[in-house]
């Protein structure tokens, strides 16, 4: 099979959050770009891995892009052009569709698939984005600190397709395309010595990452819907991680986050509850007492009697963290085996609250309880992609540590403030169990900027970050990886692309000269991106 040969201004390599936002900036500046997406959906987080946004508590008034605004705007708009919402919902400015308490805008993930989509429609009409679909990167070649060309395969037929560029932006969700092309940079757990970070370890562990999950949409209607029982079922139903204190995974218990103490979740289907008293801010309130309710993606009494049988539910929940062994580095038949037990420990959970969970009447199992493979456009059921918490991350010229962001060390001064800022970001540094043996961290951060530096690695000239592969660490990456940072993030990487193709400046020489970057800053806030937070609006949590 022949390989095809493109060439482009700029290559996004992922159409996550952080790749379309990057692909829609550099286009609008005038660049040509090609954007590629492995899983079927555009959107990562967002949709393929079906996660409702993570996001601060200003979210509505400020502290995220124009752009970003655009996408949740969007959003909304569908449901109040094409849904039958009551009067109620409809009338209100901050419409939640799913009411649930984890986002202020708990939405079915295709709804912004379309969204994104219509984004780019302008752009891929004209042929300045060109989308290829299905595709993953493979390899790569450098020519000294320059990427000279990305290979990628079809997942669908095998094709391979190698685009030349003059700049590569890697949107990958575990930023594949560090190692194909030989960029320096980090995975797990660094050492204290090397970061002086006070929740750092002695010594550096770079096996040591975050749990992903396989997520899923469940709904609770009449009749069984108990599927069959998982293959690795017995194994999940008797696994009792460390962390659990005794506590067997499948549960309704699972540690407190903050506290490290066990506690028992309530799960009480299509509750009744009042919609209207939902009050979706992670700052008081962590919203996860009902797991029904607390990733809700639909609740039916926001629309018109009868069009929902029932509300769904999106889990997402300590009982489907995956980890056994990371996935990065490792042999590509080793990731898919781990991956397919991801989705054995989640479709286990499932088969467990059908069959085995106890209610709080008294009885076991809720066989009612219905997957909804159309809601995450998936034959099983289950989302499409693993949901990644942490990446690669590349070694940059800026890395941000949790001296820069912790509450606990920055106090009343705030987080570190970036003359070099290209955004801002704000979520509790909150890292999951890990492939370590650690349980979770849970520290208060500040509301926090992005720097430039964070986005360019230290030797490679023409790569830029554009996911959680940027300059964090495993601590600070708990609270960078949220989907409007990782929007910012690609957004920024996108321009930066644009703005050197243009002018011959490189990203290296942007960071290092004030006049260049504030020129390149001055463009960034022209176009709805906020560089510092508002004086005296913003708290820490």
Known sequence: MTTRELTTDILVVGAG???????????DRG????????????????????????????????????RYRRLRDGIREVYRRRYPLTDAASSRADLNPGAGWVSKLCHEPRIAVGVLEEMLAPHRSTGRIRLLERMRPIAADVDGDRITRVTL?????????????????DATETGELLPLTGTEYVT??????????????????????????????????????????????????DYLPEAWQGSRMLSWEAPNPRTLEMGTRAF????????????????????????????????????????????????NWPSIDYFLAPVLDIPRDEE??????????????????????????????????????DVMGSDDGLAQAPYHRESRRIRALTTVTENDVSYDVRGEAGATR?????????????????????????VASTPFEIPLGALIPQRTANLLAANKNIGTTHITNGCYRLHPVEWNV????????????????????????????????????????????????????
Do not use: K
């Open 17 to 27: 959050l952080g790749g379309v936002a990057a692909a829609l900036a550099a286009a």
């Open 31 to 66: 660049a040509h770009v090609i954007l590629t997406e492995e899983y079927p959906w555009i959107g990562g987080q967002l949709t393929s891995q079906a996660v409702p946004p993570d996001e601060h508590p200003w979210v509505e008034e400020f502290g995220i892009t124009a």
């Open 153 to 169: 395969q079809s997942e669908v037929d095998g094709e391979t397709v190698a685009v030349s560029a003059g700049y590569v932006l």
């Open 188 to 237: 797990g757990f660094e050492s204290r010595a090397e970061t002086g970070e006070p929740s750092a370890p002695d010594e550096a562990q770079p096996e040591n990452v975050q749990a992903l999950s396989v997520c899923f949409a469940i709904e609770h209607v009449d009749g069984d819907h108990t599927i069959e029982r998982p293959t690795d079922y017995g194994f999940w139903r």
């Open 268 to 315: 009480d289907p299509n509750p009744g509850d009042d919609v209207a008293e939902v009050d979706a801010d992670q700052s008081r309130n962590a919203g996860d007492a009902n797991l029904w309710t607390f990733r809700r993606i639909a609740a039916r009494d926001q629309f018109e009697r009868g069009f929902y049988e029932s509300d769904i539910c999106l889990v």
């Open 336 to 373: 898919l085996e781990h991956y397919r037990r991801a989705r054995q420990l989640s479709l286990s959970m499932m088969y467990w609250m059908q069959t085995e969970a106890p209610r709080a009447d008294g009885g076991t199992g809720y066989p009612g309880l219905r997957l909804r493979p």
């Open 418 to 442: 970036y003359e070099e800022s290209v955004g801002v970001g704000m979520y509790r540094i909150d890292l999951h169990p890990s492939t370590g043996g650690d349980t979770y961290i849970d």
């Open 490 to 541: 690609g957004e920024a990487a996108g321009h930066l692309a644009a703005y050197c193709a243009a002018t011959g400046a490189t990203p290296h020489e942007v960071h290092a000269d004030a006049g260049i970057r504030s020129d390149y800053q001055r463009e960034l806030e022209a176009t709805g991106v906020e560089l510092h937070w508002p004086e005296g609006r913003v708290h820490a949590y």
